[in-house]
């Protein structure tokens, strides 16, 4: 997905592979990095440098994610720490 610039797609469904994955962190450091990049408008290609690494216990890869200029309206706001509507620090579904 990330070779294809396939981010709408796979922002829509990190939330759900985050909470039901064994990842390290609930995807945190990819969520951050999409964040950065632009989440689902995000619209480059990934070039993967050393492939999916089984024995690394978490399955990462090493990729290089080139920078495009965005906008920022597609990052959504914080799930985690947000009650009734607003977000409340300190607190967190996690």
Not at 56 to 71: D, E, L, M, R
Request: with cysteine; hydrophobic share 35%.
């Amino acid at each position: 997905m990330w070779e294809n610039a396939e981010w709408k797609t796979f922002c829509e469904m990190l939330p759900e592979y985050a909470a039901k994955g064994h990842g390290e962190g609930f995807m945190h450091d990819t969520a951050m990095l999409l964040g950065a990049l632009g989440w689902s408008d995000y619209d480059q290609k990934v070039e993967v440098v050393t492939p999916y690494f089984g024995s690394s216990g978490t399955g990462q890869i090493n990729a290089i994610f080139p920078v495009s200029p965005q906008t920022g309206e597609a990052v959504p706001g914080p799930q985690a720490s947000v009650e009734n509507g607003s977000f409340v620090y300190g607190n967190s579904r996690l």
